[in-house]
T-cell receptor, first 111, second 115 residues
Framework: QKEVEQDPGPLSVPEGAIVSLNCTYSNSAFQYFMWYRQYSRKGPELLMYTYSSGNKEDGRFTAQVDKSSKYISLFIRDSQPSDSATYLCAMKGGGADGLTFGKGTHLIIQP | EPEVTQTPSHQVTQMGQEVILRCVPISNHLYFYWYRQILGQKVEFLVSFYNNEISEKSEIFDDQFSVERPDGSNFTLKIRSTKLEDSAMYFC?????????????FGEGSRLTVL
């Protein structure tokens, strides 16, 4: 079983729609959950960071973590064509261990 | 805005050659990382580095790989004898607090092509 599962898409939605992106994971030691955005041939850019379960909102972005279900989500409201990118979920336990990434969901916002 | 810079942006090398990828982390950051991304695949953790030594490394980071912080600003990844399967994008990342806010800052990457 893969540690982090993420639907690669592509996910295509019209401008202004609410986008829902999700990841599931199997390692119950994960405590820190992140969403990164990656444009083609660029480095990942941190969007949202959450510790343990709960919700976090930042502008048009909302991150949710449900540790009991081992499920995390990213919602994008009022989606814009500039939001078109690959969205990577990532997570880790404590200490200096590295991030475990999902494969990324390719999101396309149609004007 | 401070950023992580990486050089070269693209390197082409022959199998068996040594390659050094260079990174300049954000100046006040203390924890440094290398990740790689093979085309079409996940971003994978290679190694973390703190206080001039390796903190953690993945099973990918075998004896062919080494890291070094030769001075106060650079952080390098060396691949001693490249293989075809080392072709990937290599990302350097840094953070102020390693353990851990999750706020990793990534560079733009160095694309390595092994022929």
């Amino acid at each position: 079983q893969k540690e982090v599962e993420q639907d690669p898409g592509p996910l295509s939605v019209p401008e202004g729609a609410i986008v829902s992106l999700n990841c599931t994971y199997s390692n119950s030691a994960f405590q820190y959950f992140m969403w990164y955005r990656q444009y083609s041939r660029k480095g990942p850019e941190l969007l949202m960071y959450t510790y343990s379960s709960g919700n976090k909102e930042d502008g048009r972005f909302t991150a949710q973590v449900d540790k009991s279900s081992k499920y995390i989500s990213l919602f994008i409201r009022d989606s814009q064509p500039s939001d078109s990118a690959t969205y990577l979920c990532a997570m880790k336990g404590g200490g200096a261990d590295g991030l475990t990434f999902g494969k990324g969901t390719h999101l396309i916002i149609q004007p | 805005e401070p950023e992580v810079t990486q050089t070269p942006s693209h390197q082409v090398t022959q199998m068996g050659q040594e390659v050094i990828l260079r990174c300049v982390p954000i100046s006040n950051h203390l924890y440094f990382y290398w990740y790689r991304q093979i085309l079409g695949q996940k971003v994978e953790f290679l190694v973390s580095f703190y206080n001039n030594e390796i903190s953690e490394k993945s099973e990918i980071f075998d004896d062919q790989f080494s890291v070094e912080r030769p001075d106060g600003s650079n952080f390098t990844l060396k691949i001693r004898s490249t293989k075809l399967e080392d072709s990937a994008m290599y990302f350097c990342a840094s953070t102020l607090a390693g353990g851990f806010t999750g706020e990793l800052f990534f560079g733009e990457g160095s694309r390595l092509t092994v022929l």
